[in-house]
């Protein structure tokens, strides 16, 4: 196998890890920023650095990525795949977040596996699919809304007799943690679906056999992350923290709690690659809308929605044009 060519595929997938950190920090900080709980340059600080630690308290997504939704592309042909499912995940990252949209970066791998595959004649797992991608992909948002929702009423209830003021000084404190606790589970969950892919190029090249994940790729999977987090990704922020809903604190934290057990839940009993788009999203919408339902900007969430559902398709086209035109040309 070509060493070049494996150098290039894992160059790229820490690319896609990176452009994953600045497009989805909004998920773990967005709601701490927009309720004055954390200044902009903190909150970054500290979800890079919980995002770095996420990235090693598991394996589980990552032998889903790597094992479970396309069968193990072999030889040139197979790193070709890799390379192209990367493309694809990476320019509908760029196209999403120069828009302000905070569609899934995890959906847009997936979309690209799946394209890449189809169009280098490597066999998909439907059934994996299915069962790990697209049952959660309409799960979690329907959870995070309902729970979300669930979690702001008895939030209410039990601090209905507080002094309004005391209560929201002691959520912005609460805050810090809950914004932690999602950033902890986005590194959890995103950082190892670049090692899943990462393991896959090193099987291709039979660097190595068996789907353990060497430490090297761990920490380079978790540094670009982090990086790419202390980046920042204002644009989706926005989106998050002030269009879809103006947050106060108890909400905030409503919200992150939420999406942080959401993740924990999903990667540690069910191993499934969620969406923290997904279900920090829904869980804003669930948590505004006990406002009052007028509260929630439904045409900038139909607006969202409509992202996640046009996400995979568009990824996997891209996926499969980059991959034979990487065919026509080597």
Request: charged share 10%; proline share 3%.
């Amino acid at each position: 196998m070509d060493t070049f060519a494996l150098i290039v595929t894992i160059g790229v997938a820490l690319g896609f890890t990176y452009t994953n950190g600045f497009h989805d920090s909004a998920n773990a900080i967005a709601t701490s920023v927009s309720t004055r709980a954390l200044t902009p340059k903190a909150a970054l600080a500290m979800a890079a650095v919980m995002n770095l630690a996420g990235a090693f308290l598991g394996s589980g997504v990552a032998k889903t990525v790597s094992k479970g939704l396309i069968e193990t592309p072999q030889g040139r042909s197979g790193m070709a795949v890799l390379f192209a499912a990367l493309v694809g995940a990476i320019v509908w990252n760029l196209v999403t977040w120069y828009f302000g949209l905070p569609s899934s970066s995890s959906h847009a791998l997936f979309g690209g596996m799946v394209g890449a595959a189809l169009a280098g004649g490597i066999t998909v797992i439907w059934s994996g699919v299915i069962e790990k991608v697209v049952i959660p992909m309409f799960l979690s948002p329907v959870v995070g809304l309902v729970v979300g929702y669930l979690v702001m009423l008895a939030i209410l209830w039990m601090f209905r007799k507080s002094n309004p003021h005391k209560a929201k000084r002691g959520f912005r404190i609460a805050q810090t943690v809950s914004a932690a606790a999602m950033a902890l589970g986005h590194g959890l969950q995103d950082a190892q679906k670049t090692m899943g892919v990462v393991v896959m190029a090193l099987t291709i090249a039979d660097v190595q056999n068996g789907d353990s994940i060497p430490t090297w790729v761990k920490f380079a999977c978790a540094a670009m992350l982090s990086l790419g987090t202390y980046a920042g990704g204002w644009r989706i922020m926005r989106t998050l923290g002030r269009r879809i809903i103006e947050l106060d604190p108890p909400q905030g934290f409503a919200a992150e709690t939420t999406a942080a057990s959401i993740l924990y839940t999903t990667s540690y009993v069910f191993q499934a690659p969620v969406s923290t788009t997904h279900v920090i999203t829904s869980a804003i919408m669930g948590v505004g809308a006990t406002k009052r339902v007028k509260a929630v900007r439904w045409g900038v969430a139909k607006n969202i929605v409509a992202g996640w559902f046009i996400t995979m398709p568009a990824a996997a086209v891209v996926a499969a044009v980059s991959y034979w035109i990487v065919e026509l040309i080597f």
